[in-house]
C-alpha cells in the first residue's frame, strides 16, 4: 500500500515535472471551476435567503374591536390556524401594541405626548397574518367578511396593502427565477470547463 502511494506521488511529481505548464494550467482551471461551483452555491442560497426575507414582510392585519373578549379572540384565532391558506399568525394584544408604538416613535416626543393625552389605551388587539402565496390573503379577507365575525373585526387591511403584496411577491418570484436561471448558467460552463480540462490533461 505505503509503496503503491509512493510510486503514484514519484509519477505524478514526474509527470508534473515534464508537463510543467499543461499541469499548472489545468490546476489553474480547476481552481476556477471549483471557485466557479462554490459561488454557484452560495449565490443560490443568497437568493433563496433574499426571496423569503421579503416574502416574511409580507402579511395583513386583523384590527380587533376594543371591546372584544379574550374567548371570542381565541375563538377568531382558532378558526383562522385551521385555514389552510394561513402560513403563521400572530395575535398582539393591546399592551404590546401599545409598547411597540411607544418603541416606534421614542424619538418623537410630539407623537409620545399626544398618547399621554389620550386616556387609556387606545390601541386594539390585532392579528398578523402571513399566507404562503399572494393569491390567498384574498381568499383569508373574504372568510373574515363572513357576518359572525363583524362584532369583533373592527378592519381587515387587505384591500390597502393589495398591490404592494401583489408586487412584492411578483419581485421575489422575479429573484428566484433569476438565480435559478444564472444558476444553470454557471453550473453548465463549470461542467464544460471540468471536463475539457480533463480532456486537455
Not at 398591490?163 to 444564472?182: D, E, K
Request: charged fraction near 20%; charge should be neutral; avoid cysteine.
Amino acid at each position: 500500500m505505503l509503496i503503491s502511494l509512493q510510486r503514484i506521488i514519484k509519477s505524478g511529481v514526474t509527470s508534473f515535472r515534464r508537463n510543467s505548464v499543461l499541469s499548472l494550467a489545468a490546476i489553474g482551471v480547476m481552481t476556477l471551476t471549483l471557485s466557479g461551483v462554490t459561488s454557484l452555491l452560495l449565490l443560490r442560497y443568497a437568493t433563496d435567503h433574499v426571496v423569503q426575507v421579503l416574502r416574511d414582510k409580507v402579511d395583513i392585519s386583523i384590527y380587533l374591536t376594543l371591546d372584544a373578549n379574550e374567548e371570542e379572540i381565541s375563538k377568531l384565532q382558532q378558526e383562522l390556524k385551521g385555514l389552510s391558506e394561513v402560513k403563521a399568525i400572530e395575535y398582539v394584544s393591546r399592551d404590546e401594541a401599545l409598547a411597540r408604538f411607544k418603541e416606534r416613535y421614542q424619538n418623537n416626543r410630539v407623537v409620545l405626548e399626544a398618547l399621554e393625552e389620550v386616556e387609556g389605551n387606545p390601541l386594539p388587539p390585532a392579528f398578523n397574518i402571513r399566507a404562503h402565496q399572494a393569491s390567498q390573503y384574498a381568499a383569508i379577507s373574504q372568510f373574515l367578511e363572513n357576518e359572525r365575525f363583524k362584532p369583533i373585526i373592527n378592519k381587515v387591511n387587505y384591500y390597502e396593502n393589495q398591490q404592494m403584496i401583489a408586487r412584492l411577491f411578483a419581485l421575489t418570484n422575479i429573484i428566484s427565477r433569476s438565480g435559478l436561471i444564472v444558476s444553470l448558467i454557471l453550473a453548465a460552463i463549470a461542467i464544460l470547463v471540468a471536463f475539457n480540462t480533463i480532456r486537455l490533461a
